[in-house]
């Protein structure tokens, strides 16, 4: 297979998994209900944020605007870059890292875009319906990005911890947690994407020996 063909291949497959298991959660879970993913280490725990990734959110419509055009922005230098790399014939484990990167960007840019328009709202009572007239809990632009990965490698209770350790550790629901962030696939995609990007160098295969 083509180098472009496999990019595309990848991008396409990142894109389509972010969004069914998305569209699953938006569809089939109230916000706050949880069940185990894999085992009891990695849950799915449904939430919502205004539009950044592990939690962090822009309110308003003006930052939701803001952070929808700066999505796209850095959305056309990825494929811009992307495409230029494929040209120059650079190795392909570096450019799949902006791919991730890509994919992950559009994924959560089709959530802050068009679920307020086509889904209503979550509740913690209430299942979200898909509304194909457009009549969604928000207009475009002002949609919420659906999480639903919570990694569970730490989860102590106050009375179990060590004395030692400091009450600031410990969350609202009086448990120490090792990681509190809830994040999805796109969020994943575009640490895998920066990671890959960091320690992988723009080189040619010319410039540099190597089958990838």
């Known amino acids: 297979m083509k180098k472009s063909y496999l990019v595309f291949v990848i991008f396409f497959l990142s ?31 449904f939430i919502e944020n205004n539009g950044m990734a592990l939690n962090y959110s822009f309110i308003g419509i003006n930052g939701k605007v803001f952070l929808v055009a700066l999505r796209l922005i850095i959305a056309f230098v990825l494929t811009f870059f992307i495409f ?20 992950g960007t559009i994924g959560n840019l089709i959530d802050n875009t068009f679920y307020g328009l086509f889904f209503s709202e979550s509740t913690k009572y209430s299942y979200s319906e898909f509304l194909a007239n457009g009549n969604g809990y928000a207009p475009a632009f002002d949609g919420k990005v659906v999480d ?8 102590i209770s106050k009375e179990n911890a060590p004395k030692w350790l400091p009450d600031m550790f410990y969350g609202y629901d009086g448990r120490f947690k090792l ?30 020996r190597s089958i990838i």
């Open 15 to 45: 894109l389509i998994l972010d969004q069914t298991l998305k569209l699953f959660i938006k569809l089939n879970y109230r916000i706050g209900q949880e069940s185990n993913f894999i085992g009891d280490w990695l849950k799915l725990y």
């Open 84 to 103: 230029r790399f494929l040209k120059k014939n650079i190795r392909l484990i570096p450019v799949l890292g902006l791919v991730f990167i890509l994919a």
């Open 148 to 155: 639903m990965l919570q990694l569970n490698l730490v989860d």
């Open 179 to 208: 990681f509190r962030f809830v994040f999805n696939l796109a969020d994943l995609f575009i640490i895998i994407g920066v990671v890959i990007a960091l320690f992988f160098d723009f080189k040619s295969k010319e410039k540099q």
